[in-house]
């Protein structure tokens, strides 16, 4: 399931025309450093990565190095990554050739792990250093100008959403919601340097 929010006002659309058109403003999304998005994903790696080597001890199994390796890869972004993205990445870190099908074995186990997530719109991967119940809905919440993916849960729309799939009599095989707008970092972003203008 996906839905993508649209303007709400004249105003919103107004504020998106210019976002999507260069954003409407010049803090630079190119550079990890300088986005919300991509701080608070490299505050979050170290725990997260130690959770899953925890994780994978736990339950027998190995957080191998390629593994691990994507793993990283992942957070060190606030995109998500495809899987040749994700090769490329490591070939530049590695200077070896990392074989796309490498990095899908990878993405299996740690999609299977729930170390990752795939964002269907873009058939693209994202690290999650949450710990989700299983069945549990998860809200993908992608900015269209700076490309970053924040997480969120909440149990009232979860709660909805599972009173409609009993109604429809519908087994889901993933609960994964995608919202597409733009985050309130380019929103304040977009607001603070229109307001310098005037």
């Known amino acids: 399931m996906t839905v993508k929010a649209g303007p709400t006002t004249e105003a919103d659309s107004d504020a998106m025309d210019e976002n999507e058109a260069g954003h409407g403003h010049d803090h630079h999304h190119g550079d990890d450093a300088d986005c919300a998005h991509a701080a608070a994903r490299l505050k979050e790696a170290p725990a997260a990565l130690d959770a899953a080597e925890a994780a994978c001890r736990t339950r027998g199994q190995r957080l191998t190095p390629i593994r691990r390796a994507v793993l990283e890869t992942l957070y060190a972004t606030h995109r998500p990554l495809g899987a040749y993205d994700l090769a490329e990445a490591l ?74 799939l009993t109604d429809a009599a519908f087994k889901p095989r993933a609960q994964v919601v995608e919202i597409a707008g733009t985050c309130a970092h380019c929103r304040e972003g977009a607001k603070g340097e229109s307001q310098a203008l005037t």
């Not at 074995?105 to 729930?114: I, N, P």
């Not at 299983?134 to 993908?140: D, K, S």
């Not at 919440?141 to 700076?146: D, F, G, P, V």
């Open 91 to 164: 070939t530049r870190q590695d200077e070896r050739r990392v074989a796309p099908i490498t990095i899908y074995r990878a993405l299996d186990f740690l999609l299977e792990q729930g170390f990752v997530h795939k964002l269907e719109t873009k058939n693209a991967f994202v690290a999650c250093p949450h710990h989700h119940e299983p069945g549990e809905l998860v809200v993908f919440l992608i900015c269209e100008a700076c490309g970053g993916v924040d997480e969120a849960a909440s149990p009232d729309v979860g709660s909805a959403l599972r009173r409609v």
